[in-house]
């Protein structure tokens, strides 16, 4: 498998770590152990496109979030998460 | 001159070179072949027709094909280390002393002990090891798997280390192309043409394909001379890449292939500093798969009998290496195309003693043939073969009709219509689509990027081919965004195609569907009627199509038999599932040059050579080789090595290399907010100049990993982590930074390989380092508190960052350095400190001294335990979110009787405690129900004279001074100790502030 990191280029599967679904979002400060149970262990098992979130470690270091097809495997996009990058140098 | 006594040599043609004569030896037998032969084509050339003995019946086999799908003429090549089990003769080149032996029969090829199988042939059926050997059950490890193993197998592979090494390699291009026959030499063309990329992937030593045994005419040309124009023409372009001996096996995701590269296996070994074999992983934007058809058998009684040849392999044999396997032929087809074998043999000047056709008419052109020299033309089929193992002597024939015919040849060409190589395009779990007017499956669609052509798409004429494979390659090279000019498609004819179906002859004698692997065409009808009707079912219940060979010749003509007892249509029968790699690879490709102590990469810390120099046994943690001990003269053993380091630490000073820790410098206005939310304490109140121990969960309230972080200005944090976690933290914290906390403004930077770091400890540490530092820095307790965190420079100028922070317990600093001085400082820590005894100290010192301090590491931070386990619960803030806050605080990780870490010593002050023995309570028989726990880490305190631990044990702080039972059923010990306070050593903690 290959992924166009936005920062790198095209790169091979072995220089991504892979974490799993980038749906899930943290949940606030004080939004209750129920909602902290949910984001910590439970997942959707999805046949088809979802967002995953994937680390660059042998290259840029970013937090990927891709889009794949878990029956495919095809790849539709690629973006850096929000805090990826040098979004910030000079903001 | 003809070398050696190549008996069935033609006197002239072929692509061997008659001038490079190479000598081989066959179970010990000496031969001579030529360049340019196979080990399959110099035995054919020397009349060997019994190769080897089969599977299961040990019956007598000879060469089937002369290709990669061979079942039968399986060898071991090469001896000793390099000794090759189940190598195929059809696909070993030929090289000079090279050295094969037959497989599975003893004492002798001829004379095969094990034959007497075939008496037993009876019970040896579908399921015979499912059926035979069920009861009683511990017979089958002690006496039935290995009677089997003796009797059944093929070779034996080495038993010691293979010499040669493998290598591994990535390629990148527009287009790849699998098989250089003419669909994939006219796609290369194209594709070369338009400016594309190309690599062109060819199994066999020479480029060609089918055109090497079948000719034609190709623009008007002699196939050999538009080959080698072709050849020149792609040699002539830069950017396309010809590969021999390599095999396109595998498509993965992404348009990455894997091939295999033989560089060296045509060499008795490869020459110095060579590879035998190259992995490849080739990155694609289009792949053409030109990867040909396998003609396929017909399966009548006998048709194992040697001598019994498919007829494509037969002219291979005649035109390609001019070698004859045998001097009177008949063919059995049901097709055209074997009608070509006829007239090749015919050329060759054989003799054609019939054709047995089973279709219903031949041609007038073929009955002129055959009344102009003199054979037969057989309507019907062949229903056995008389010979054994001085191969083919009399064949049977069921005429159509009724009456019954016999015909005396020394060898039978076999046609029974060609099975495109559809492998590679349904590796995806794609399904082939059957095509009722060549009998045959076809490729349905392909992984992205690929298509296939020319035979492997059922195209079976020359025209066909070179039309396809030409317009793949057009198609391809556009693709991949080259616009290159156009230019003339190669021309040919298209051979007449006429086939009727034939799968089966009924006949007395066994009649092998799967060669390789033993399985009959009763054994699969046995199979159908016991249940076993899904092809899924029937390859696992039979093994067909499960040997090395995965079934090239059997699995379609299996499933076709499967189908006709079931009654049902060959798709509706339907395939097995198709699954890389189509060759055999050697587990040593995949390896690469990671094996032995290149398996993986080694990590020195910067003072290893230097320790070296003074003799240190290293350990490896993770990657990294740390110094593990400074072994002395005189010294009789480890623990007398570490105890005088931990002595010469509590008495005067030592140091160890810590640069193994991962440091993570920490930058920017946020940065204190940011270690708020992933240290369980509190960071952004940390004064700078001050270090801090910090505690990371994980999401879900397990501790995950812990070191200190000091604060060396407003915006800037230094962070240390354990050895084992060190990529693992960074990979986590970037994470909380990019992902879950993208409106801090902070960075990471990794420093772990910039600073080398050194641990300096004990009562002289201050007196040590006054030696190092510039004068001007004031290291005295109130110019440099415990705790305390700054740079400082060094006498001759080099920035230092200096931390008072102590694992140990004692007044101890770590000091960080550039990377590039690390060994000058081990160098003149050891100068400097001469006056003081300094003494270097190793991890399992280092690692005393944790325990005496009752400090938790690794073995305490097992993923399983929280922070209040950890008896670190009051680190967690009540005043700020953190990673793992809220799953801290649920029931089962706060009830009372966890297991918590206390300290262990044992009643028996002599006795030495182990790791991993449970805790019982005392006078308990042990048992799951009573197990509180067990000792995590155990060392010998120089400093107490004993043996002393830490454990995890429920409510174990609450038991203080409790004797308990220390239960090891590993070790078989049983022994009392006692629960005591994990800090052995120095509890009020008045050496490291002194």
């Known amino acids: 498998m290959r992924i166009a990191c936005p920062f790198c280029g095209e790169r091979e599967l072995g220089e991504f770590t892979y974490l799993g679904d980038a749906k899930p979002q943290r949940p606030a400060a004080d939004a209750g152990a129920d909602a902290v149970y949910d984001y910590v262990y439970l997942r959707d098992n999805i046949a088809g496109v979802m967002d995953e979130n994937w680390y660059h470690g042998g290259g840029c270091r970013a937090w990927l979030k891709v889009t794949r097809n878990t029956l495919t495997h095809e790849i539709s996009a690629v973006e850096p998460a929000a805090g990826a990058g040098a979004a910030k140098v000079g903001a | 001159m003809m070398a050696g006594d190549q008996t069935n040599r033609l006197a002239s043609g072929g692509l061997v070179d008659r001038s490079a004569a190479l000598n ?8 001579a072949g030529f360049q340019g032969d196979t080990l399959a084509s110099a035995l054919v050339a020397n009349g060997v027709k019994l190769v080897g003995r089969s599977f299961k019946y040990h019956r007598p086999r000879g060469i089937l094909t002369a290709g990669s799908e061979e079942p039968n003429a399986l060898v071991e090549l090469r001896t000793g280390a390099r000794r090759e089990a189940n190598t195929k003769a059809t696909t070993a080149e030929l090289y000079d002393g090279l050295e094969a032996a037959s497989q599975n029969r003893w004492p002798s090829l001829a004379f095969d002990v094990m034959s007497v199988n075939q008496l037993f042939a009876p019970i040896f059926v579908a399921g015979f090891y499912y059926k ?8 089958w490890e002690a006496i039935y798997e290995p009677a089997i193993r003796r009797a059944a197998g093929l070779g034996r592979a080495a038993v010691v280390p293979d010499p040669d090494h493998y290598d591994k390699a990535w390629a990148h291009c527009d287009v790849v192309i699998a098989g250089s026959g003419p669909a994939g030499l006219a796609a290369a063309l194209a594709a070369g043409r338009s400016g594309a990329r190309v690599i062109l992937c060819e199994e066999d030593f020479v480029p060609g394909g089918r055109l090497l045994a079948d000719g034609g005419t190709i623009d008007g040309l002699p196939a050999a001379e538009w080959l080698s124009r072709t050849l020149a023409e792609l040699n002539s372009m830069p950017d396309v890449r010809m590969m021999t001996r390599t095999t396109l096996f595998g498509v993965y995701d992404g348009g990455t292939y894997g091939a295999i590269e033989r560089v060296n296996d045509h060499l008795p070994t490869p020459p110095e500093h060579q590879v035998r074999q190259r992995l490849w992983r080739i990155v694609a934007k289009r792949c053409v798969v030109a990867a040909g058809a396998i003609e396929r058998p017909i399966v009548f009684a006998g048709n194992d009998t040697p001598g019994v040849m498919m007829a494509s392999a037969m002219r291979s044999y005649i035109n390609r290496y001019a070698a004859t396997p045998a001097k009177r032929i008949a063919l059995f087809t049901n097709n055209e195309d074997g009608w070509r074998t006829v007239e090749t043999a015919i050329a060759a000047g054989l003799q054609v003693a019939a054709v047995i056709d089973a279709r219903p008419d031949v041609s007038p052109a073929h009955r002129s043939l055959a009344s102009k020299n003199g054979f037969t033309v057989l309507h019907g089929s062949v229903s056995g073969v008389d010979g054994g193992k001085n191969g083919v002597r009399k064949i049977s024939v069921s005429l159509t009709g009724g009456a019954r015919a016999e015909v005396e040849a020394d060898g039978l060409a076999v046609s029974g219509g060609w099975n495109p190589a559809v492998g590679l395009t349904s590796y995806h779990r794609g399904r082939p689509k059957w095509r009722d007017d060549i009998a045959a499956f076809v490729p349905d669609g392909a992984p992205p990027g690929m298509v296939a052509v020319g035979a492997a798409n059922g195209a079976f004429g020359l025209g066909a081919c070179l039309r396809e494979g030409f317009e793949a390659g057009v198609a391809a090279a556009r ?5 290159g000019g156009t230019s ?14 034939l799968w089966h002859v009924a006949g007395k004698g066994k009649a092998f569907v799967d060669q390789q692997h033993d399985v009959t065409a009763s054994d699969v009808e046995l199979a159908q009627r016991e249940g076993f009707q899904s092809v899924e079912h ?23 038999i499967m189908a006709a007892v079931s009654g049902k249509s060959i798709p509706e029968t339907g395939t097995t599932i198709y699954r890389p790699p189509y060759v055999p690879v050697a587990i040593g490709a995949f390896a690469g040059h990671h094996r032995d102590e290149t398996f993986h990469a080694t990590r020195l810390t910067p003072s290893h050579h230097w320790a070296a120099e003074q003799g240190a046994v290293f350990v490896d943690t993770g990657l990294w080789k740390r110094a593990q001990w400074y072994p002395r003269a005189g010294e009789k053993d480890w623990l007398e090595s570490v105890t005088r380091e931990v002595k010469a630490v509590r008495d005067g000073v030592g140091f160890c290399d810590v640069s193994t820790l991962g440091k993570i410098d920490v930058h920017g206005p946020n940065a204190g907010a940011f270690l708020d939310r992933v240290y369980i ?7 700078v100049g001050k270090a801090r121990y910090g505690l990371m969960l994980r999401e879900d309230g397990i501790v ?24 693992l933290v960074m990979q986590h914290l970037e994470f909380c930074r990019q992902v879950l906390f993208p409106e801090l403004d902070v960075q990471l930077t990794s420093v772990s390989d910039q600073w080398a770091q050194f641990s300096i400890a004990g009562p002289k540490t201050r007196d040590l380092l006054q030696e190092i530092v510039d004068p001007a820095e004031d290291l005295s307790n109130e110019g440099f508190p415990f705790m305390g965190a700054r740079e400082v420079a060094l006498r001759g100028g080099i920035k230092a960052r200096l931390f008072r922070i102590s694992f140990s317990g004692e007044m101890a600093f770590e000091i960080s350095v550039p990377a590039r001085y690390g060994e000058a400082m081990a160098r003149n820590l050891m100068l400097a400190g001469a006056p003081f005894g300094v003494t270097p100290y190793g991890t399992e010192a280092l690692g005393v001294m944790r325990v005496e301090k009752g400090h938790v590491a690794g073995p305490e931070l097992s993923g399983t335990t929280t922070a209040a386990d950890l008896g670190l619960g009051k680190m967690m803030s009540t005043k700020k979110d953190f990673i793992g806050r809220v799953m801290a605080g649920r029931e089962a990780l706060v009830v009372p009787n966890r297991q918590v870490v206390v300290g262990i010593k044992p009643v028996d002050k002599a006795r030495r405690l182990r790791s991993g023995a449970h805790i019982i309570p005392k006078g308990e028989t042990p048992g799951p129900g009573n197990d509180q726990g067990y000792v995590t880490s155990v060392c010998f305190s120089p400093t107490l004279d004993q043996w002393i631990g830490l454990g995890l044990v429920e409510r174990g702080r609450e038991r203080i001074g409790e004797i308990v039972h220390a239960h090891d059923p590993l070790r078989g010990e049983d022994y009392d100790v006692e629960l005591c306070n994990p800090v052995f050593y120095d509890p009020d903690g008045g050496r490291q502030r002194g």
């Open chain 2, 704 to 727: 995950y990993d812990d070191g200190t972080t000091s604060r060396l200005a407003e915006d800037h944090y230094f962070l240390t982590t354990t050895t084992a976690k060190a990529g």
């Open chain 2, 479 to 483: 693709d991949a965004g080259r616009s």
């Open chain 2, 488 to 501: 003339a498609m190669p021309v040919a004819d298209d051979e007449a195609f006429s086939l009727t179906p």
């Open chain 2, 681 to 687: 304490n509190t960071f952004s109140n940390l004064a």
């Open chain 2, 132 to 139: 035979t050997f069920m009861w009683p059950a511990k017979f």
């Open chain 2, 24 to 31: 081989f030896r066959f179970d010990g037998k000496s031969f």
């Open chain 2, 538 to 560: 029937l390859k696992r219940y039979t093994t067909l199509g499960m040997a090395t060979d995965q079934g090239k010749t059997s699995n379609v003509t299996g499933l076709a």
